[in-house]
């Protein structure tokens, strides 16, 4: 079945660091790929996402990009700030699975936390 | 436009009782999803609503149930609630699939 696996957390930076979160999936069609942001006693919000391979996905100076042939949705940031710490969740929705678009499977989730 | 509104925000059960929440989905939306989340198992899928009907179903018993109104508005049941089923519970709503879902802030179950 469609799985998410996401690196292990928690993830600890200083202000302005560059951040790096990895996230590789198995789908058995053509998922779109999610990146979600859990800010503490929130829901979910989605933070950017990609719907085919090779699309980079960007918002708030975060970015990934779908990588078919490694099956990878790396997140990205240049320069991280206080406000970013959240705990964040790469997300697939496969096109061929039953009930195709009408579920997102989620990896664990990694923390992160910004010093300033 | 107001976003996805669940009820109540925290709730505190009785092992053997049931329980129902509530997800109000941002308007013109006709999907509706629920997921559990825990500490243990993270964001699991628990069924999703279109049109009032389940289009998909994930890996829960029974006692795990949902509905949705003809105004898009939907509620899951929990019956014969167990301590494990303590977790937050998070409501999705989109046009018609998962590439625009708006998630609300969540129904935190306590069973005791």
């Known amino acids: 079945g469609d799985s998410v696996t996401q690196m292990e957390g928690p993830v600890t930076l200083s202000e302005e660091a560059f951040l790096t979160i990895n996230c590789t999936y198995t789908?058995?069609?053509?998922?779109?790929l999610f990146w979600y942001v859990q800010y503490p006693g929130e829901g979910l919000q989605l933070l950017l996402k990609?719907?085919?391979?090779?699309d980079k996905g960007s918002n708030k100076g975060f970015e990934a990009t779908y990588r078919k042939e490694t099956t990878s949705f790396h997140l990205e940031k240049g320069s991280v700030q206080v406000s970013d710490s959240a705990v964040y969740f790469c997300?697939?929705?496969?096109?061929?699975?039953?009930?195709?678009?009408?579920?997102?499977?989620f990896g664990k989730g990694i923390t992160l936390s910004v010093r300033p | 436009k107001a976003g996805v509104t669940q009820t109540p925000r925290y709730l505190i059960k009785t092992r053997g009782q049931q329980v129902t929440l509530s997800c109000s989905p941002i308007?013109?939306?006709?999907?509706v999803s629920w997921y559990q989340q825990t500490p243990g198992q993270g964001l699991q899928f628990l069924f999703e609503?279109?049109?009032?009907?389940?289009?998909n179903k994930g890996n829960f018993p029974g006692r795990f149930s949902g509905r949705q109104f003809s105004n898009s508005r939907s509620e899951m049941n929990v019956s014969t609630l167990e301590l494990g089923d303590s977790a937050l519970y998070l409501c999705?709503?989109?046009?018609?699939?998962?590439?625009?879902?708006?998630f609300g802030q969540g129904t935190r179950l306590t069973v005791v």
């Open positions: 999705a709503s989109s046009p018609s699939g998962v590439t625009e879902a708006f």
């Open positions: 789908a058995t069609g053509y998922p779109s």
């Open positions: 990609a719907t085919k391979a090779d």
């Open positions: 997300a697939l929705s496969d096109s061929l699975s039953a009930g195709a678009n009408s579920k997102l499977t």
């Open positions: 308007s013109g939306h006709r999907s």
């Open positions: 609503y279109f049109s009032e009907t389940q289009r």
